[in-house]
């Protein structure tokens, strides 16, 4: 069965990479529509070998499909996606717009594809950065049971988009009004603590998310994260590094064999290393520089590294639509990226 | 009295700095000799009004002085500084080289200052990344009784001397390759997990000093401490996120004040933080985004800057020198930015 596909936000960094996952995937495509704003309206964005006129995101457009992806603000999953939803539509949203409601799943593919069973044609697509500190957290945490975990992240400036990338190559030359004006401080040459917007205790939303989004996604409502976001003058692809504790004896060659095994990450033995540069426009994340942990007695150090648009929304997003077609039926020749963990997110105990 | 001051490394990014600082801080010089390898030796160095002629370092060469700073590589301290000691003058070393030795003080003025009285003419200056994070950890360890710390951090290309940031430059220019050879991989849009060589444990001999030489400094001898040290492409200053534990209840609003009344750092209320940019070519070390950590139950996360070249560096090392004046001569009139903190320095317990 060819699928109806609707992409809300499609000019943006998000819904361009989108498209281009669609094809490369071989995704079985009955109609593609693409939405943007009015200014965008008109324009035609190669799918294929086809063109697609971009039409300007109307409600009453919202209509006839299998799957509408929004990759948009927060805003506009507001405004559009509850009537699309209602009407029967399955809906996943890259906006943190309904991340934190309890009767929306929030999935990653990898690790709690059991949640989408419970899906009111509302599924959320998480947070960049704790998608990729998850990929390489969950096998351990499998293996180890986690305790607690420290993320202190180098996120690169398309995370805020298109604009983003256009603020760093103008600073390259010289003007920095751009990059202050979306940083809140110059970003080339320098690194700038704050991604999102402060709260009251002194974090930041992206931390906040880290700390959240990582107790939702892991079943596990009592975890303690520990979170520094801060933004890079990268182009793409945030690097993490991260400190997991875990309740069991961590052994650090058992953790090593569990991450080479690993199908979801790209393991990077020795003294090598996933960098931004190295990981842009790959599927999957790298994880490296994994050591015996000097802080805590079962704790492990790594470097974790992935493209925040790929794996941390446009691939995610599209796997949990190939999830819920696999689940509709087992022999779709959809390729899959996922397998079924449900028996193994709980905690051993905490 | 007027002082007889030799600098080893002086055409080097810390010498250069040195020539800059004793001019600023009203020094009081005699003679001021500058002593570099031979492709510097005869080039003219500003100093004040006048120009100083560089000479080509000679072991021969070294004497009659009342302090030598080697700012050099350890290659060179290991050469030419045991000789100058023995012969009575006293040795500063910014490089690694005696810093492991138990013979020999490794010193923070405003933390250790107390270490110096056993010194037999050399003296060794600490790792910039590791100085930078004790300034700010220190008044909180004073009141709390730190625990054990973790530091991930943000360092500049200056770190590695002035060809650092030559390669940047270059690379901004679209040429890549010193900053490959330099960093081992490409230093622009990205940030590098390795600072310094690999050691077996799978940590670098960056994160090690910052181990090593805590514990040194702090007095704390089983001292917990992880480090992740990262090259990110700023130019000058070294970022830190640190996360403390400590040993007595931590109240954030004690902690505030602390550092607010700390005549040593600069502190950054609310939500504002220092910067790379913020603090390049500035004294104090600036600290930021203080707040409760989400992780220990007695923890503060906060955000540290300094210029690793001034307080990392040439600062601290002439700092050194005017605490041992100061020690020979309390009506001295060199600026003091030190205190003796010697009945502090213990841990209230662990």
Redesign the interface.
């Known amino acids: 069965m060819k699928l109806r596909i609707g992409i809300v936000g499609a000019t943006g960094i998000v819904g361009s990479e989108l498209i281009t996952l669609i094809a490369e995937r071989g995704t079985p495509v009955g109609t593609l529509r693409l939405f943007a704003s009015e200014k965008s309206g008109g324009k035609k964005v190669p799918f294929g070998e086809d063109l697609v006129i971009v039409e300007k995101l109307e409600s009453r457009k919202l209509t006839n499909f299998d799957y509408l992806f929004f990759c948009s603000n927060e805003g506009v999953s507001r405004e559009f996606l509850p009537t699309a939803a209602a009407n029967g539509i399955c809906c996943i949203d890259n906006s943190a717009a309904f991340r934190e409601r309890g009767d929306v799943p929030l999935v990653v593919p990898e690790i709690n594809s059991h949640a989408l069973a419970e899906h009111k044609n509302v599924i959320a697509n998480p947070n960049c950065s704790t998608i990729i500190t998850l990929m390489a957290i969950f096998p351990l945490h499998v293996a180890f049971g986690l305790k607690?975990f420290?993320a202190?992240t180098?996120q690169a400036v398309s995370g805020v988009g298109c604009s983003g990338i256009e603020a760093?190559n103008r600073a390259?030359d010289g003007n920095h009004a751009m990059s202050e004006e979306i940083f809140g401080?110059?970003i080339?040459?320098?690194?700038?603590?704050?991604v999102g917007k402060?709260f009251a205790?002194?974090?930041t939303s992206e931390e906040m998310k880290m700390?959240n989004e990582s107790r939702r996604i892991l079943g596990f409502p009592d975890l303690?994260?520990?979170?520094?976001c801060?933004r890079?003058?990268?182009?793409r692809a945030h690097?993490i590094?991260v400190?997991a504790e875990f309740e069991r004896s961590f052994d650090l060659c058992v953790a090593q064999r569990i991450l080479r095994e690993n199908e979801h990450v790209d393991y990077f033995p020795g003294?090598s290393?996933p960098?931004?540069?190295?990981r842009t426009k790959k599927d999957r994340v790298g994880v490296?520089?994994?050591?015996?942990?000097?802080?805590?007695d079962n704790?492990a150090?790594m470097?974790v590294v992935g493209d925040q648009i790929r794996k941390g929304a446009a691939l995610n997003a599209l796997q949990i639509m190939e999830l819920l077609e696999f689940q509709k039926c087992k022999s779709t020749p959809i390729p899959l990226v996922v397998q079924d963990v449900r028996a193994k997110t709980m905690p051993s105990s905490g």
């Open positions: 607690k420290c202190t180098y760093l390259i401080e110059q080339l040459f320098n690194a700038v603590p704050k402060f205790n002194g974090y700390l303690r994260v520990s979170s520094t801060v890079i003058p990268a182009m690097s590094s400190i003294t290393f960098s931004a540069i190295e490296g520089r994994l050591r015996v942990d000097t802080f805590f704790g150090t470097w």
